[in-house]
């Protein structure tokens, strides 16, 4: 299988959980997804961690989807949505906090699995995006949460323009919990779980469950099957042939 693509490491009770893609800027192929389920799955059962973080290595957090691996045929795309989605929710259903420590580019499922985590230290050089209009495809995840995360107008502002944000930007519109200068970035982050660590473990667990029981009543096979459909299209192939050959797409409807 070669290098891992998720590295995990448990110090006190605290564990570091990093996308070990930066040659791909940590793009989320089938690898990287099954290592990130394990990595969270043994930071769940280790009785000593109590919170975690999640980062990216290199220039990235994660620019989402690896685009030489998606499919187009409906059933193909369908599997691989399902997957998908449960990969990048995955920090939501985490009995454990995550604190997203987000290093750099944070696009699509990459800015998707931020949102899922339950607090955002972004660096300053931090960049949140969901360019899948772009592709011909919308962000499953993204167009479920963002309208109670940040409010309907902030939300159609981000999914309909997929305009780049800065990490002053969505610290502002409530999507990042606060913004370090980059070289200080997984210190502040460090800081904020050790403060975290000091509280009572099974309060923290009752307070996620709680929001997120009230954030997050939103069904996401909606948005699954919607997007399956959409990879069907001649927008959306066109949309991926051209991200692959470096130019502008011509979408028809």
Known sequence: MGER???????????????????????????????????????????????????GAGRAFSVGA????????????????????????????????????????????????????????????????????????????????LPRLVGVMRAREILLTARRLSAQEAREYGLVSRVAPHDDLMEQARSVAMGMTELAPLALELLKATINRNLLSSDLVFAERANAWLFTTRDAREGIRAFREKRKPNFSG
């Open 5 to 55: 693509t998720v590295e995990y490491e448990a110090e006190g009770h605290i564990a570091v959980v990093r996308l070990n893609r930066p040659d791909r800027l940590n793009a989320l192929n089938r690898q990287l997804q099954d290592e990130l389920g394990q990595a969270f799955a043994a930071a769940e059962a280790a009785r000593d961690v109590r919170v975690l973080i999640l980062t």
């Open 66 to 145: 690896d685009i030489e691996e998606l499919e187009t045929t409906a059933e193909g795309a369908a599997r691989q949505l399902q997957a998908s989605l449960a990969c990048l929710s995955s920090p939501e259903r985490l009995r454990k906090p995550v604190i997203a420590a987000v290093n750099g580019y944070a696009l699509g499922g990459g800015f998707e699995l931020a949102l899922a985590c339950d607090i955002v230290v972004a660096s300053d050089r931090a960049v949140f995006s969901v360019p899948e209009p772009t592709l011909g495809v919308v962000p499953g995840l993204a167009m479920q949460r």
